[in-house]
């Protein structure tokens, strides 16, 4: 819990003017300095980012009290190391085959960029599987790549495709589905689409993990975050199409009440003028699996929750919602908000904190460790744990962009996608 949550209004008021002289309680930006000064006041308050141009390292800067269930790990092989840079499109999804290639999602929130989903390639980003498949108009949205938000590569070498199907927040008609393509040949082998009470108005197909021992063809859990409806997840069985809900409006899955995010010493809200403000309340973000993949771990994104629940009974159409959420675990935790999970072969899970520009890995037995902190974690976003020991970050900007500031985009590009060696495998079991 941040100390920001829990201090009446006077106390936060006392804290800033000591730090600041002079500061509005209820204002709409909290200077850094200021965040600073509530994190040194809290035992277990990561402290907020250091001011740009200098990039600093978890492992040598711990900003946690000893009392705390955090730690720094000393095991990191080597820093951060950039990937990929893009001049135009946001990045978010990220998947890497097991030959290396690597593949990268550029939702169209905002525009109508060359492609939305890419693979670097010579040092460059280009379309995959072709330019044409990720070209598309109203006539022909359900056969092509619209808006792809997350991916992930299965144990058939398939990779597979959420696409959200909006082009800015409108829902392109018969766009919402999901792909597979075989990395041996880039075709299409699979195509699903939703029901309405399945993929609802508010709906945004974020994250997804495959569980091959489940069914003919394996099933996915993909979650949906809803920041403008009721979380949950969404099970599709891949061999039939046949999809259902769980966890429709559940604590767990949702955002947590009156939860504020906040991002380079500012609250996230929505900001479409002076009198139209609303907090960023997204629900389910971050998906991983335990390497049996009896358990998946979830995350929201607009709150600082982390929990369990057993994945054959979430994928069982014939278990009652009474006894899935029995299930259910809350796991301790002890840092910012994520908005991307990871888990390895030794079920030590890997979060993001996009409130503090940092990357954690928490252990089975609930030890919180910071892996890396950097000011180019400028909201890091997804993460993907390759076969070659490298931990990838996208890193989105998300929080400048147009949507929470006025329509102005604060974001600035290039954007980057990185990695660190971290000599962990990834849960082998999909």
């Not at 992930?152 to 829902?171: A, E, P, T, Y």
Request: charged share 25%; aromatic share 6%; with cysteine.
């Amino acid at each position: 819990m941040r100390l920001i949550d829990i201090l009446p209004a006077g106390s936060i008021a006392c804290l800033l003017a000591l730090s600041c002289g002079v500061l509005p309680v209820f204002a709409d930006t909290l200077p850094v300095s200021a965040e600073s000064l509530l994190a040194l006041s809290a035992d277990s308050v990561p402290q907020a980012p250091a001011p740009a141009g200098g990039a600093t390292d978890g492992a040598s800067k711990d900003t946690t009290s000893a009392s705390s269930n955090v730690s720094a790990i000393s095991g990191v092989k080597s820093g951060l190391e950039l990937v990929g840079s893009f001049d135009e499109m946001m990045p978010r999804g990220v998947a890497v085959s097991k030959d290396g290639r690597v593949f990268v999602c550029f939702p169209r929130y905002d525009q109508n960029g060359p492609y939305t989903v890419g693979v670097l390639k010579d040092g460059k980003c280009v379309a995959y599987p072709d330019a044409q498949t990720n070209q598309w108009d109203a006539t022909n949205a359900g056969d092509r790549l619209v808006s792809v938000l997350g991916c992930q590569i299965d144990s058939k070498n398939r990779l597979w495709l959420l696409d959200s199907g909006r082009v800015g927040k409108d829902v392109v008609p018969g766009a919402v589905k999901l792909i597979a393509l075989d990395l041996q040949t880039g075709a299409i082998v699979k195509k699903w689409t939703f029901p309405p009470e399945v993929a609802l108005p508010t709906t945004v197909l974020k994250d997804l993990r495959i569980v091959s021992r489940i069914g003919k063809d394996g099933t996915a859990i993909i979650g949906d975050p809803a920041p403008l409806g009721k979380s949950g997840l969404i099970v599709i069985d891949l061999e039939t199409g046949k999809s259902f809900r769980r966890l429709h409006g559940h604590p767990s899955v949702s955002a947590e009440p009156d939860f504020v995010i906040f991002a380079e010493g500012e609250m996230v809200r929505m900001r479409v003028s002076e009198d139209n403000k609303t907090d960023w309340t997204a629900g389910v973000a971050g998906l991983a699996l335990s390497p049996d993949t009896s358990l998946l771990y979830y995350s929201p994104l607009a709150g600082l929750a982390l929990s369990s629940i057993s994945v054959d009974a979430l994928c069982n159409p014939a278990v009652s919602e009474a006894a899935v959420e029995k299930t259910i675990k809350s796991l301790d935790r002890e840092v910012g908000t994520s908005d991307g999970l990871e888990c390895d072969d030794k079920n030590r899970l890997y979060l993001t904190d996009v409130e503090n520009n940092e990357i954690w890995r928490r252990d089975a037995n609930g030890t919180m460790q910071k892996l890396v902190r950097d000011e180019r974690l400028i909201w890091p976003d997804r993460l993907c744990l390759a076969s070659d020991g490298y931990l990838y970050i996208t890193v989105s900007q998300f929080h400048r962009g147009p949507w929470f500031h006025f329509g102005q985009d604060q974001r600035q590009r290039p954007f980057h996608l990185y990695r660190i060696k971290v000599d962990d495998a990834p849960a082998q079991s999909r």
